[in-house]
């Protein structure tokens, strides 16, 4: 709970182990991210990238079987100390996944507020304007302005995962972790999100996890590769892909394996 | 050219076989409700459904007594059944894993292969037995023993279809389980869990066996749960084993009206628990 020098990270790991049972997905991983940049996670699949992500919002433990060794340091809060509510941690730290979850019977608004409803502090009139703020940030307000109280499910898939990502920074979370995002939706959405990506760093830490070795390489300001559970490399996104240091990384962004 | 006559002929005599297994699986349903329709519905009339019985050698005279009593003993039974069915299924689906889970669902398929007149037994003996009369209470007991495994296991089968990811992400913006169970997982399969109740209510609702010696049957209007009532299947029973034809006719009327009782509440629940968007499209 004492901000040290640390606190200068929005997020950071000290040796952390995620398993499920007898299975180690991550094995310590000791990670420095800077706010108010854009992290990629990449790797093949099953490098334990998505399990990692999971550990920072503490959506991992809600698996049967699953247990975490080591620290994940919220802007230098332990996030897995005694005296942390998981519930107020995810509102801190949002999440969207790989499949758009709208809610179904929920309208589109409905939607939006669904992650405020927790939050007693807040009016009728501060939600809906807290609607609108979230609809126009991820870029969806146009869209969606003259049919609030549709059913969500109307929309296309691009829409339906720009409607998760205004529910998700409704609650003005200070992390955003995305899993990826863009793995269900044509080009065109992807290109939509990855420049929504772009703008919502200004006011969010995000974590995308993403096996798009061009994504990272267009949305990231650094790059984390993952191997095997392991954390291989991580730098500044041009050296990551210019210039790897470990064998293992330059065979995976030259495209030798996975 | 003949391979492919062959593979035509062998197709279209697959889809015959099934039309004809299609026929038998709905010709008895057909077979049932005709002849209730052509037999009951002559003697249909307002006067059916506002009257008591007349005296016998009188003609005229109605089922509402028993209309109002089916609804009275099922409402009870559905009121406590339901509610209880629904929590032990959500239990059973969100701790699927635990000890206590297999037991209870292990207990409800016992309970779900019990023949209703054991259930109805049993209520003589805990209820009747030990009151000392008969009640429309121990009427609604035993039917409500039938419903609870039935709602629980349809509620628990619905439970598991609501996708991980959308239980994921409620939980993700910060709700506690039971907020996100009640929420989003339970208002995600509702629908379904709202025909499987249904579904208890109309079997239960036809149930003959655990009223004969529960509820007893009675020829008044009553409310009054402490005492005999009368029920539509206990009317169908007494009428169609009596001595009288215009009793037979009675009881042929009888069961088309518990038939439409069923289909009316069927209908009501639907709208009540209506997808607001897609329905109003």
């Known amino acids: 709970m004492i901000p040290d020098s640390a606190s200068a990270s929005a997020i950071r790991t000290e040796r952390l182990t995620a398993a499920y049972g007898e299975l180690r997905a991550v094995y310590e991983v000791s990670l420095d991210l800077e706010p108010h940049r854009v992290h990629a996670l990449i790797g093949p699949s099953g490098c334990g990238k998505s399990t990692f992500l999971r550990t920072l919002n503490r959506l991992h433990e809600m698996t049967p079987g699953a247990w975490v060794k080591g620290q994940v340091l919220l802007h230098g809060e332990d996030v897995y100390a005694s005296d942390v509510s998981p519930m107020r941690l995810r509102r801190r730290v949002g999440m969207v996944f790989q499949k758009p979850t709208p809610f179904p019977f929920y309208s589109i608004a409905q939607n939006v507020s669904a992650g405020l409803v927790t939050d007693r502090g807040l009016s009728k009139a501060d939600v809906t304007n807290r609607v609108e703020e979230s609809l126009r940030r991820a870029a969806l307000w146009d869209e969606v302005k003259d049919r609030l109280g549709a059913d969500a499910r109307g929309l296309s898939g691009g829409q339906q995962q720009r409607l998760c990502i205004a529910r998700t920074i409704a609650p003005r979370p200070e992390v955003v972790l995305l899993d990826e995002p863009t793995a269900s939706l044509d080009p065109q959405g992807t290109q939509r999100i990855e420049e929504l990506v772009f703008d919502l760093k200004r006011e969010f830490t995000i974590i995308i996890v993403t096996h798009n070795m061009q994504q990272a390489a ?38 030798r394996f996975g | ?231 539509l299947p206990l009317v169908v029973y007494k009428y169609a084993t009596g001595p009288y034809p215009a009793w037979h006719q009675l009881a042929w009327t009888a069961s088309l009206v518990l038939i439409l009782v069923v289909l009316v509440l069927g209908i009501a629940a639907r709208l009540a628990t209506r997808d607001r968007f897609r329905d109003s499209r």
Do not use: C
């Open chain 1, 218 to 255: 267009r949305v990231a300001d650094t790059t984390s590769f993952f191997y095997m559970g392991a954390m291989v490399e991580h730098a500044e996104t041009k050296r990551l892909f210019t210039a790897p240091v470990d064998s293992r990384t330059e065979a995976y962004v030259t495209g």
């Open chain 2, 1 to 231: 050219m003949d391979r492919r006559r062959a593979r035509r002929l062998k197709s279209d005599a697959m889809v015959a076989l099934m039309g004809v297994a299609v026929l038998l699986a709905v010709l008895p349903l057909f077979l049932i409700l005709g002849s209730l329709v052509l037999r009951g519905a002559e003697s249909l009339s307002l006067s059916f459904f506002i009257n008591r019985p007349a005296p016998v050698g009188e003609t005229g005279g109605g089922v509402a007594h028993a209309i109002l009593g089916t609804l009275v003993i099922v409402g009870v039974a559905s009121l406590v059944a339901v509610p209880v069915g629904i929590a032990a299924g959500i239990y059973a689906s969100e701790y699927r894993g635990t000890l206590m889970a297999k037991v209870t669902r292990f207990v409800a398929d016992v309970l779900n292969g019990t023949p209703s007149i054991v259930v109805g037994i049993l209520a003589w003996t805990w209820v009747v037995a030990v009151q000392g009369h008969f009640s429309a209470a121990a009427g609604s007991i035993a039917l409500g023993f039938l419903m609870v495994p039935m709602v629980m296991r349809t509620t628990e089968e619905l439970i598991a279809l609501v996708p991980t990811e959308l239980r994921e992400a409620a939980l993700a913006l910060g709700y506690s389980r039971g907020r996100t169970t009640l929420v989003v997982v339970l208002r995600t399969a509702l629908p379904g869990i709202v025909t499987g109740a249904l579904l208890a209510v109309a079997r239960v609702s036809g149930e003959t066996a655990p009223l004969l010696f529960t509820a007893l049957g009675s020829e008044y209007f009553s409310l009054d749960i402490d005492r005999p009532m009368a029920a």
